[in-house]
Nanobody, 124 residues
Framework: QVNLVESGGGLVQAGGSLRLSCGHSARTYSGYNMAWFRQAPGKERDFVAAISMRNKAYYADSVRGRFTASRDNAEKMAYLQMDSLNPEDTAVYYC??????????????????WGQGTQVTVSS
């Protein structure tokens, strides 16, 4: 059983920054891909970013150039640095994990394990 624990959400003004963190419980964390999704009220859960087990990053078009996904295998952590935030980024953010080889995937159905979610609110 893999557990993911997120932290770092909060309230920020437009143009500001936040960093989300996600802790992973697997002993073999380096063999897992990590991803971030977000879900706004009344909308579907959308892909935001992923960082593969090979440390390759993938981004949704809406966040590319503003968000940065990273990982620390020694600490079994994944991070999402969010800069130049705007009100459209307001959502509950979830970290997710899988062991897919070659490409981590951008669909929620690609991921087996999920964090509890953390609220990010960007005020205008």
């Amino acid at each position: 059983q893999v557990n993911l624990v997120e932290s770092g959400g909060g309230l920020v003004q437009a143009g500001g920054s936040l960093r989300l963190s996600c802790g992973h419980s697997a002993r073999t964390y380096s063999g897992y891909n990590m991803a971030w999704f977000r879900q706004a009220p009344g909308k579907e859960r959308d892909f935001v970013a992923a960082i593969s087990m090979r440390n390759k990053a993938y981004y949704a078009d809406s966040v590319r150039g503003r968000f940065t996904a990273s990982r620390d295998n020694a600490e079994k952590m994944a991070y999402l640095q969010m800069d130049s935030l705007n009100p459209e980024d307001t959502a509950v953010y979830y970290c997710a994990s899988n062991m897919k080889w070659a490409y981590p995937g951008t669909a929620a159905s690609d991921y087996n394990y999920w964090g509890q979610g953390t609220q990010v609110t960007v005020s205008s």
